[in-house]
């Protein structure tokens, strides 16, 4: 299983590469309008009916080329993306709420069709806005800006998760989260976290972000978290449906929602503290 992840990462990682540094931004764009509309059909896999599988799709690509297509001044769509991202702090708050106290808090949502659509719009909406903004930083002056800041933010979230596994497989005893996902454990978050301040410690060093260091930190740190957040908020809508991966379109990996998980919450929460509250 190891070495299958490791060959898909090999060939996937160049893809992101290409697409970050070499895609004009309209074709980036369209790139991560496939993506989550790729996770919206996973996520479909968490409700019950078909009827509300097509709705869920639907209305999470709708919402997303809508908001990207929206024929409003630039000013005025820069204030309703920053409402929306900010709002998803709400949404991540609430599912940390539903991570400790899962399997009671499951009777607030695990019936209701609509809380999950919300949970859905909350998660990817957001995402891609952050995606968008963060790609976008400088991009009339140096086109290459925005994607070095975004690659910065996966590989924050690839550190966290490579350090996780390796901490928890080899000194890993204490679990984070029995009841969502057995298999983490507080050394293994320890690990990831640790490994992840340290690219964040290398990279701010290179001196390419022009950002008080502090700020960096703590914008890292929190997205960092964020990150562990939508990974185990993941697992707990899979445990709670029943099934095991999002979808199988990635060898070794799952599904799209299944790598994205981590970034979904710590793009938009990195944006917020990086774009917004600075």
């Given at each position: 299983?190891?070495?299958?992840?490791i060959?898909?990462?090999?060939?996937l990682?160049p893809?992101?590469?290409?697409?970050?540094?070499?895609?004009?931004?309209?074709?980036?764009?369209?790139l991560?309008?496939?993506?989550?509309?790729?996770?919206?059909?996973?996520w479909?896999?968490?409700?019950?009916?078909?009827?509300?599988?097509?709705?869920?799709?639907?209305?999470?690509?709708?919402?997303i080329?809508l908001?990207?297509?929206?024929?409003?001044?630039?000013?005025?769509?820069?204030?309703?993306?920053?409402?929306?991202?900010?709002?998803?702090?709400?949404?991540?708050?609430?599912?940390?709420?539903?991570?400790?106290?899962?399997?009671?808090?499951?009777?607030?949502?695990?019936?209701?069709?609509?809380?999950?659509?919300?949970?859905?719009?909350?998660?990817?909406?957001?995402?891609?806005?952050?995606?968008?903004e963060?790609r976008?930083?400088?991009?009339?002056?140096?086109?290459?800006t925005?994607?070095?800041?975004?690659?910065?933010?996966?590989?924050?979230?690839?550190?966290?998760?490579?350090?996780?596994y390796?901490?928890?497989?080899?000194?890993?005893?204490?679990?984070?989260?029995?009841?969502?996902?057995?298999?983490?454990?507080?050394?293994?978050?320890?690990?990831?976290?640790?490994?992840?301040?340290?690219?964040c410690v290398?990279?701010?060093?290179?001196?390419?972000f022009?950002?008080?260091?502090?700020?960096?930190?703590?914008?890292?740190l929190?997205?960092?978290?964020?990150?562990?957040?939508?990974?185990?908020?993941?697992?707990?809508?899979?445990?709670?449906?029943?099934?095991?991966?999002?979808?199988n379109?990635?060898?070794?990996?799952?599904?799209?929602?299944?790598?994205?998980?981590?970034?979904?919450?710590?793009?938009?929460?990195f944006?917020?503290?990086?774009l917004?509250?600075?």
């Amino acid at each position: 299983m190891l070495i299958q992840r490791i060959l898909t990462a090999i060939v996937l990682i160049p893809l992101v590469i290409i697409a970050l540094f070499f895609a004009p931004l309209s074709i980036f764009s369209y790139l991560i309008i496939a993506i989550c509309a790729l996770a919206a059909w996973e996520w479909s896999n968490f409700l019950a009916e078909r009827t509300e599988k097509t709705v869920l799709l639907f209305l999470i690509v709708f919402s997303i080329v809508l908001l990207y297509f929206i024929p409003i001044e630039s000013t005025l769509k820069s204030k309703l993306f920053a409402l929306i991202i900010c709002l998803s702090v709400i949404w991540w708050l609430t599912a940390l709420l539903l991570v400790v106290g899962y399997p009671n808090s499951a009777k607030y949502w695990s019936k209701s069709p609509l809380i999950k659509l919300l949970f859905a719009f909350f998660t990817l909406v957001p995402f891609f806005i952050g995606m968008l903004e963060l790609r976008t930083i400088n991009y009339g002056v140096n086109s290459y800006t925005g994607a070095i800041w975004l690659l910065y933010v996966f590989v924050l979230v690839w550190a966290t998760d490579t350090g996780a596994y390796f901490a928890g497989r080899a000194i890993g005893k204490r679990k984070l989260a029995v009841k969502v996902s057995p298999g983490k454990t507080v050394e293994g978050f320890i690990g990831g976290v640790s490994l992840a301040i340290l690219v964040c410690v290398i990279a701010y060093l290179t001196g390419y972000f022009n950002i008080n260091f502090t700020q960096f930190l703590f914008s890292s740190l929190l997205a960092v978290l964020a990150s562990v957040l939508g990974d185990l908020t993941e697992s707990m809508f899979k445990r709670e449906a029943g099934i095991k991966d999002s979808g199988n379109l990635i060898p070794g990996h799952g599904g799209i929602l299944d790598r994205i998980d981590s970034l979904t919450a710590a793009v938009p929460v990195f944006t917020i503290l990086s774009l917004h509250l600075f």
